[in-house]
């Protein structure tokens, strides 16, 4: 696969350097752009793999650039600094950079770096998308045991019984069990 590599660099001629030593390693640079305004949009309209920015320090503006980055239209970020304090490491991460480097960018390494920060942005996103599922799962099983404890109540049935009766109407409704013990509570609350 072909890397789509949109260049942040406020500097011409290093950023000619860093484009003619990521198309030697056969990556594709399809914009460079002095500066992080309207990122998020540049990154759209240019369908970028990869973002990879070279600064001479993270400005505030620049982190907040990759916080929104990282939210509206997450991809992996390469960011090299000339010159960094542990603040600015520590918000960059935050910020959902996958790769941060200090002094400054040696053209013939970019590709190598921005391997690392793929491979660092993929699992990052492997473990948010795990934890999502597991935040969903819980929550689905908090409903469907408060629906289960409602009919155990009202219709003086056993667990079992209360948790066959709902998955019976899931399957005859053609619903997932957790929006079926969701209606349960909500007709619950309804009669009270």
């Known amino acids: 696969m072909t890397l789509r590599i949109l260049l942040v660099d406020d500097n011409a001629v290093r950023a000619e350097l860093v484009r003619t030593g990521l198309e030697a390693d056969g990556c594709v640079v399809i914009d460079v752009a002095p500066d992080v305004t309207d990122l998020v949009r540049r990154v759209r309209a ?28 997450p991809r992996p970020v390469v960011m090299f600094v000339d010159r960094s304090d542990p603040d600015s490491i520590a918000a960059a991460m935050a910020a959902g950079v996958a790769a941060y480097v200090i002094e400054g960018l040696a053209p013939g390494r970019v590709k190598a770096v921005v391997d690392v920060a793929i491979a660092r942005f993929t699992a990052h996103q492997a473990l948010k998308a795990e934890l999502h599922e597991a935040r969903s799962a819980l929550s689905d099983r908090k409903l469907i ?13 056993t667990e079992d019984e209360a ?30």
């Open 46 to 73: 240019a369908a970028a793999d990869v973002i990879v920015c070279d600064f001479d320090d993270a400005s505030r503006g620049a982190i907040e650039s990759m916080r929104a980055l990282n939210r509206d239209e």
């Open 163 to 192: 948790y066959r009766t709902l998955r019976n109407l899931a399957m005859d409704q053609g619903k997932r069990l957790a929006d079926v013990a969701e209606s349960v509570i909500t007709l619950a609350k309804m009669l009270k």
């Open 145 to 157: 045991d408060r629906a289960k404890g409602l009919l155990m109540q009202s219709r003086r049935m």
